[in-house]
C-alpha cells in the first residue's frame, strides 16, 4: 500500500477526533489582548493563557464587564464570559481563565455539524477583510529572479516551491508600491504514527520591486487578520494533527509566533 492511502484512513479519524473528544482547548498567546476560543453556537470553554497575568486580568474584566470582542476572521462582533479560578483557600489564580463567546450565528454555522474557532481581539481591526488572490505573473517572475539572484542562500529552497498554489495578500485597494505578503507552499512534512501531515508555507515581502524573505511557517494560512493595523497582515496557520493545532504568526518587525490554540 502506498504512504497515500495508508495515511487516508488515518486522517479521516485525526479530523473527526475534535468533534467527539471532550479536553478542553487551550488558547495561548503572546499578545495581550489576542485570544482563540470556539465559535458560537459552540460554547464550550477555552483555557485562554498569556506570559503574564496582566493581559488575564484585562481580558476577564473587559468580558465580565459586557464589553464586545471582535472575531478577526469573521468580521462579527460577540459577547464574551470569563471564568476566573481559585484556588482552595478562595484566592484568585491567574495561570489561566476560562472563556467562552456567545453572538448571532452565521446560517452556515446553524446548518452545519462543523465546529470553529476564532481569533478573538478586545479591539476592532482596523482592516476586517484583506485583498487574497492567486500571485500575479509579474511578482512571481520578481520573487523567482530575487530567490535565483543568491543561490547560496536560497539553493535549498528553490526546488520544494509549489508556484501554482502561490499567493498574494495585501490591503483592500491598495496601491502599487504598498507593501504585499506572498506566501509559496513548500515540502509536506509526514509522521504516520502521530497523525502528522502539513505543508510548510514561505513567506515573503515585496515593497515595490524589491523582495525580502521572511521565513518559513508550519502548515498552511487558512486565514489572514489584521493584528497589527498596517499592511502586513497576520498568519493563522494549520497543521494536520491528532487534535487542533492552530498556530498565528505575525509579520511586523520579523516573522514571529504570537499565539497557538490546541487540544481535543
Given amino acids: 500500500m502506498t504512504l497515500p492511502r495508508l495515511l487516508a484512513p488515518l486522517l479521516a479519524l485525526a479530523c473527526t477526533l475534535p468533534v467527539f473528544a471532550g479536553m478542553e482547548k487551550e488558547s495561548q498567546s503572546t499578545r495581550g489582548g489576542l485570544f482563540f476560543a470556539m465559535m458560537t453556537p459552540d460554547m464550550e470553554r477555552v483555557l485562554a493563557s498569556f506570559d503574564n497575568k496582566a493581559p488575564l486580568q484585562q481580558l476577564a474584566q473587559h468580558c465580565n464587564t459586557g464589553k464586545a470582542v471582535f472575531a478577526l476572521q469573521a468580521g462579527v462582533k460577540y459577547q464574551c464570559k470569563a471564568e476566573v479560578f481559585k484556588n482552595a483557600s478562595g484566592a484568585e489564580q491567574w495561570d489561566s481563565v476560562g472563556v467562552t463567546v456567545q453572538g448571532t450565528a452565521r446560517p452556515s454555522d446553524r446548518q452545519s455539524d462543523r465546529r470553529e ?42 526546488p ?17 508600491d504598498a507593501r504585499t505578503t506572498l506566501v509559496v507552499p513548500g515540502k509536506v512534512v509526514r509522521d504516520v504514527n502521530a497523525f502528522y501531515e502539513a505543508q510548510r508555507h514561505h513567506v515573503f515581502v515585496r515593497k515595490q520591486d524589491a523582495y525580502v524573505y521572511m521565513g518559513e511557517v508550519p502548515g498552511a494560512p487558512e486565514s489572514y487578520v489584521d493584528i497589527d493595523g498596517n499592511d502586513l497582515p497576520g498568519l493563522v496557520v ?18 514571529r509566533q504570537l499565539g497557538t490554540f490546541g487540544g481535543h
Wanted: hydrophobic share 40%; charged share 15%.
Fill in 160 to 176: 520544494q516551491l509549489r508556484w501554482e498554489s502561490a499567493m498574494s495578500v495585501r490591503l483592500p485597494q491598495a496601491t502599487a
Fill in 238 to 255: 494549520v497543521e494536520g494533527c491528532d487534535g487542533w493545532c492552530i498556530s498565528l504568526w505575525g509579520l511586523t518587525g520579523g516573522l
Fill in 117 to 158: 474557532y476564532g481569533l478573538f481581539s478586545l479591539t476592532p481591526p482596523a482592516t476586517p477583510g484583506w485583498d487574497v488572490r492567486k500571485i500575479e505573473p509579474v511578482h512571481r517572475t520578481g520573487l523567482q529572479a530575487y530567490l535565483q539572484s543568491d543561490t547560496r542562500r536560497f539553493g535549498w529552497l528553490q
